[in-house]
């Protein structure tokens, strides 16, 4: 896995961790107070390994971790086992695993048609056409058309693993969690009760956003 350092002139470096079937380009207009460390070629089965090779390849010392989705089970779990290289992390849009059965139908859909697949499910991610305006105009058609389906079959492979841990993050000392409100493939709800499980935790909800909640205006303002 090839990573890719941003320095945006600030003290502090934030890896940006890819949601299923997206990948760093997805956090093109993201304007965070951090340099960036983006996984080019992201593989959550190697990213821990990969990522550690990164951050003594750049001179890191700690960081910070910003995971979306699938990328949010990824940072948790490398967070869980080096909280010492954690400043920071925020897990956006997660859930605390997915259902089997819906692993399995996605599977199905995309074996079928894997395009229109796709399509629907990038628009369940936004609320309404104008929260989904970037998206369209810059990733839609390239991410249809470009995704591989042996990597999104592996993905969801990992999903049938990934769970969110609270336990094991006991260590990190900084949690931040952000959901958008009206997120139709991680309801909020369950997002909630991964929080109360870690009380320590700072909460952000954005109000009527979807599943990517950080394509909104607001966002960075937030964090």
């Given at each position: 896995?090839?990573?890719?350092?941003?320095?945006?002139?600030?003290?502090?470096?934030?890896?940006l961790?890819?949601?299923?079937?997206?990948?760093?380009?997805?956090?093109?207009?993201?304007?965070?107070?951090?340099?960036?460390?983006?996984p080019l070629?992201?593989?959550?089965?190697?990213?821990?390994?990969?990522a550690?090779?990164?951050f003594?390849?750049?001179?890191?010392?700690?960081?910070?971790?910003?995971g979306?989705?699938?990328?949010?089970?990824?940072?948790?779990?490398?967070?869980?086992?080096?909280?010492?290289?954690?400043?920071?992390?925020?897990?956006?849009?997660?859930?605390?695993?997915?259902?089997?059965?819906?692993?399995?139908?996605?599977?199905?859909?995309?074996?079928?048609?894997?395009?229109?697949?796709?399509?629907?499910?990038?628009?369940?991610?936004?609320?309404?056409?104008?929260?989904?305006?970037?998206?369209?105009?810059?990733?839609?058609?390239?991410?249809?058309?470009?995704?591989?389906?042996?990597?999104?079959?592996?993905?969801?492979?990992?999903?049938?693993?990934?769970?969110?841990?609270?336990?094991?993050?006991?260590?990190?000392?900084?949690?931040?969690?952000?959901?958008?409100?009206?997120?139709?493939?991680?309801?909020?709800?369950?997002?909630?009760?991964?929080?109360?499980?870690?009380?320590?935790?700072?909460?952000?909800?954005?109000?009527?956003?979807?599943?990517?909640?950080?394509?909104?205006?607001?966002?960075?303002?937030?964090?």
């Amino acid at each position: 896995m090839i990573f890719r350092h941003v320095d945006r002139g600030y003290e502090d470096t934030a890896v940006l961790i890819p949601g299923w079937a997206c990948d760093y380009r997805v956090f093109a207009s993201l304007d965070l107070r951090f340099n960036y460390l983006l996984p080019l070629d992201f593989s959550p089965f190697t990213f821990e390994k990969d990522a550690l090779a990164a951050f003594k390849k750049h001179g890191l010392g700690k960081v910070s971790l910003f995971g979306h989705s699938l990328g949010g089970f990824a940072a948790s779990d490398f967070a869980s086992r080096h909280p010492d290289l954690v400043e920071r992390l925020m897990m956006v849009s997660v859930r605390k695993r997915y259902p089997a059965k819906g692993l399995a139908d996605i599977r199905g859909y995309l074996d079928k048609n894997k395009k229109a697949y796709l399509y629907r499910f990038y628009h369940s991610c936004f609320p309404d056409r104008e929260t989904m305006a970037w998206f369209r105009g810059n990733l839609l058609k390239r991410y249809c058309e470009e995704s591989d389906l042996g990597r999104l079959l592996q993905a969801l492979e990992y999903l049938e693993e990934a769970e969110i841990k609270t336990p094991s993050l006991k260590d990190v000392e900084d949690v931040t969690m952000v959901h958008g409100s009206l997120d139709r493939i991680a309801p909020i709800e369950e997002a909630v009760q991964i929080n109360e499980a870690l009380p320590e935790a700072c909460f952000i909800t954005v109000e009527g956003a979807g599943h990517m909640p950080f394509l909104t205006k607001e966002f960075s303002g937030l964090i």
